[in-house]
């Protein structure tokens, strides 16, 4: 058994060392509360949500960890038939899409199944199926730490891209909640990934009730091994360990599957380059405790016993191979914690 202060049993991975202080935080006035207090004694501080994109160092963190468990959601309807959706950072992300869908509220439902706290949707544009969080966020409340105030800042202030934003990577700005404008019509957002239309059985750009867009979303994450299981080691893991490469077009490998990403830009699938590389589902990293998950290249496994470095073993293996095989440089989408690959 993990000791107490282990913060392993709060990351998805199940993995990482021990904090020096570790801290529930179950309002928003108690994130705010903490770091300031963390702040005036000059003590390092970390905020942990799921854990679910996160690589914690096997020697832990040094300092305090704070961990992220305000619940809240609200929601008002507009005159223009949309609602404006206002969510408690340390709320499960998934709950909120479930609740959204059982609500027939429309915009989010492409996000089921993934893991971690409504917090962290904002800081990298969390995505999936041709949807991201920036499609329908409003705006988030920040505590600014150097300033000691919490502020509203628009989602057009927030430089959101592709797996990112000004929020990612620091350490001076944290989310204390999110608002999101909502469909109220039932309807899902136009459907624009041709893998999932597939599973519905529509064309792209077709609008579907939204609890169907959320089961066919569900069924596809499930047969990649990307919906939490406790019993299914293929899912501890820290979801898609790399984000998809954006590349000049020109430099893309002929036969890899790529999608437009601006002017003379496309982004590349990170799993067809993994593949392209020779790497297949499974393939074991040290000691055979950790592996790419049986189910789906992308997904880095703990298969029991393992540690992190176990981990960003295998993921330079990977990023090494494919560099060496396709010339593409891959990066990883978790946040590292006190490591380095």
């Known amino acids: 058994m993990a000791p107490p202060d282990s913060l392993a049993p709060h990351t998805t991975l199940r993995l990482g060392g021990p904090?020096?202080?570790?801290?529930?935080?179950?309002?928003?006035?108690?994130?705010?509360?903490?770091f300031r207090e963390a702040d005036a004694a000059g003590e390092p501080v970390v905020l942990l949500g799921g854990g679910s994109n996160v690589v914690i160092a096997d020697e832990g963190v040094r300092g305090r960890v704070v961990l992220l468990c305000g619940t809240g959601?609200?929601?008002?309807?507009?005159?223009?038939?949309?609602?404006?959706?206002?969510?408690?950072?340390?709320?499960?992300?998934?709950g909120v899409v479930a609740a959204a869908v059982a609500d027939g509220l429309g915009g989010i439902e492409?996000?089921?199944?993934?893991?971690?706290?409504?917090?962290a949707t904002p800081v990298q544009n969390v995505g999936a199926y041709g949807t991201e969080i920036g499609d329908v966020l409003v705006d988030v409340d920040l505590y600014d730490r150097p300033g000691g105030t919490v502020r509203t800042v628009p989602a057009v202030a927030l430089g959101l891209g592709y797996r990112t934003s000004v929020l990612r990577g620091r350490a001076d700005a944290i989310v204390l909640r999110v608002r999101l404008r909502l469909t109220a019509d039932g309807l899902s957002a136009p459907v624009r990934y041709e893998e999932l239309a597939g599973e519905l059985g529509v064309p792209t750009h077709t609008r579907v009730p939204v609890a169907a867009a959320r089961e066919a979303v569900l069924a596809l994450r499930r047969r990649k091994g990307m919906v939490l299981d406790?019993?299914?080691?293929?899912?501890?893991?820290?979801?898609?360990?790399?984000?998809?490469?954006?590349?000049?077009?020109?430099?893309a490998p002929e036969g890899v599957r790529a999608w437009p990403a601006g002017p003379g830009r496309v982004k590349l699938s990170a799993a067809a380059l993994i593949e392209r590389a020779g790497f297949r589902r499974g393939h074991p990293g040290p000691g055979g405790r950790v592996a790419l998950s049986g189910k789906h290249v992308l997904a880095l496994t703990n298969r029991g016993g393992a540690t992190?470095?176990?981990?960003?073993?295998?993921?330079?293996?990977?990023r090494d191979g494919v560099r060496g095989r396709v010339g593409v440089e891959l990066v990883p989408e978790p946040v590292l914690v006190g490591c380095a690959w």
Do not use: K, M, Q, Y
Request: net charge negative.
């Open 308 to 318: 992190t470095s176990d981990l960003l073993g295998l993921a330079r293996e990977v």
């Open 19 to 34: 904090a020096d202080r570790l801290d529930r935080a179950d309002t928003a006035a108690d994130v705010v509360d903490l």
């Open 230 to 251: 406790a019993d299914d080691h293929d899912t501890w893991s820290a979801g898609s360990f790399f984000t998809n490469p954006i590349v000049v077009a020109e430099a």
């Open 73 to 94: 959601r609200s929601a008002v309807r507009g005159t223009d038939g949309t609602v404006l959706l206002t969510v408690e950072a340390g709320e499960d992300w998934d």
């Open 110 to 119: 492409c996000l089921s199944g993934i893991p971690g706290r409504a917090g």
